[in-house]
Nanobody, 124 residues
Framework: QLELVESGGGLVQPGGSLRLSCAAS????????IGWFRQAPGKEREGVSC????????KYADSVQGRFTISRDNVANTVYLQMNSLRPEDTAVYYC?????????????????WGQGTQVTVSS
């Protein structure tokens, strides 16, 4: 069964940090680019960050540039999103997804497998 499973979400105060994980099962993650997306209540889903299959290239949305870091461990079949200096506007459900086309960045039609999402809430 092909699957992506996110974990690491939770409640954190503004200025705090979380690290999300995206674990793949049923396939080798190192063939794919991986993207992180998020969807806040009442808003459309948006791209947050993505990483190429070999990890040598990354892309960030302007809203998270300098605060979030994406990385991957292909041996562990896992991609991570380190989120620092969190803000209330980062509150959302975060999803990871796989794509064959890193250069298309956050074009959602290129992503063919999605996780179920993990909730991140930034609040005092």
């Amino acid at each position: 069964q092909l699957e992506l499973v996110e974990s690491g979400g939770g409640l954190v105060q503004p200025g705090g940090s979380l690290r999300l994980s995206c674990a793949a099962s049923g396939f080798a993650l190192d063939f794919y680019a991986i993207g992180w997306f998020r969807q806040a209540p009442g808003k459309e889903r948006e791209g947050v960050s993505c990483i190429s299959s070999n990890g040598h290239a990354t892309k960030y949305a302007d809203s998270v540039q300098g605060r979030f870091t994406i990385s991957r461990d292909n041996v562990a079949n896992t991609v991570y999103l380190q989120m620092n200096s969190l803000r209330p506007e980062d509150t959302a459900v975060y999803y990871c997804a796989r794509s064959n086309y890193f250069a298309h960045y956050f074009f959602e039609y290129d992503y063919d497998l999605w996780g179920q999402g993990t909730q991140v809430t930034v609040s005092s």
